[in-house]
């Protein structure tokens, strides 16, 4: 039988660094490689945004944390070449080729695997983060309800939460780039908007982010 966490994320179709990693392939952002539906969550507060239909509203609070699960990353992140203009401290996302990449400064980048949205979810644009949680907890909107009622109206922060170990929110959007109890999933087409990775390489990235970096989305 599958879990909880199984069954919700495969419902919602939601979202190790070596000490000396490899120098891969550069990576292009103008070359040829050119929400989940999630909405409001009760527990962040970070302001509700009038092109927003769900927003964001109520108080302050990380849910309920649970010990983490060990995930082996299908995809091992690494250090990559990255020609482009983007400053440090930038995140790129490119659904083509399903990869995050974090610029860092003299022309390199962390480049980690993610899982995109799926067929009539994906979108780009640029936006920035505006918060960053751990162990969110969930909420689904009002429209995810209506399609499926049996879900639950809340979920604490957790293991079992398909939000994952870490969220960081994009713009006034219902998109998040998060954690995944599904590390399976990730280099896939699978949710309804949010970049999604496995909790491992979740934590990295939040460490590395600040609130207020841009966050570049390109098909």
């Known amino acids: 039988m599958k879990t ?6 495969g419902i919602l179709g939601v979202c190790a660094l070596s000490a000396s990693p490899a120098l891969a392939n550069p990576y292009d952002p103008f070359g040829s490689n050119a929400g989940d539906d999630y909405g409001s969550d009760p527990a962040y507060a970070y302001g509700r945004a009038t092109d927003d239909p769900y927003g964001y509203q109520g108080t302050v609070g990380q849910g309920v944390q649970a010990a983490p699960q060990a995930q082996v990353a299908p995809i091992p992140r690494e250090i990559v070449a990255f020609n482009g203009s983007y400053k440090p401290g930038t995140i790129v996302v490119s659904t083509a080729e399903r990869r995050l990449y974090f610029v860092m400064p003299n022309g390199e980048a962390i480049r980690y695997g993610v899982g995109v949205g799926r067929p009539g979810f994906t979108w780009s644009g640029v936006k920035t983060v505006t918060a960053k949680k751990e162990w969110p907890s969930w909420t689904p909107p009002a429209a995810m309800i209506a399609r499926r009622p049996d879900l639950p ?6 293991v079992e939460n398909p939000l994952g ?4 929110y994009i713009g006034s959007t219902e998109y998040r780039i998060h954690g995944s109890n599904e590390p399976d999933t990730i280099g896939q087409a699978v949710s309804s908007g949010c970049i999604r990775m496995t909790n491992e ?11 207020g970096a841009k966050v570049v989305v390109l098909n």
């Open 201 to 211: 390489d979740v934590t990295d990235l939040y460490e590395r982010v600040k609130v």
């Open 4 to 9: 909880l966490a199984t069954a919700l994320a």
């Open 165 to 168: 170990a870490r969220a960081m």
């Open 153 to 158: 109206r809340y979920m604490a922060g957790g």
